[in-house]
């Protein structure tokens, strides 16, 4: 079993920085991928970034591409999204998510609770 706890979100006007950490317990962190996803009001789970389980390889949304930097550390069993010029449109809960590979919800097992991120014009 895997647990992720988000924290960082909060409160920040357009162009502003936030970073989200998430925690993860369970044996299976440090050989798993991990993603970020976020989900406004009223749509749908969207893909944000996953990373592989040694940092090789990163992949973005096209939305975040250049502006958002997802990292892990294993030894501290935590997954980091740096989240720089941010846009209103970035306003939404933000959850990490752990599993096989992807950037599809069904690609992966676990999530955290959330953490709401909101971006003010």
């Known amino acids: 079993q895997v647990q992720l706890v988000e924290s960082g979100g909060g409160l920040v006007q357009a162009g502003g920085s936030l970073r989200l950490s998430c925690a993860a317990s369970?044996?299976?962190?440090?050989?798993?991928?991990m993603a970020w996803f976020r989900q406004a009001p009223e749509k749908e789970r969207e893909f944000v970034a996953f990373?592989?389980?040694?940092?090789?390889?990163?992949y973005y949304a096209d939305s975040v591409k250049g502006r958002f930097t997802i990292s892990r550390d294993n030894a501290k069993n935590t997954v980091y999204l740096q989240m720089n010029r941010l846009k209103p449109e970035d306003t939404a809960v933000y959850y990490c998510?752990?599993?096989?590979?992807?950037?599809?919800?069904?690609?992966?097992?676990?999530w955290g609770q959330g953490t709401q991120v909101t971006v003010s014009s």
């Open positions: 990373i592989s389980w040694n940092s090789i390889t990163t």
């Open positions: 998510a752990t599993g096989s590979w992807g950037t599809r919800v069904d690609d992966y097992d676990y």
């Open positions: 369970g044996r299976t962190f440090s050989t798993n991928t």
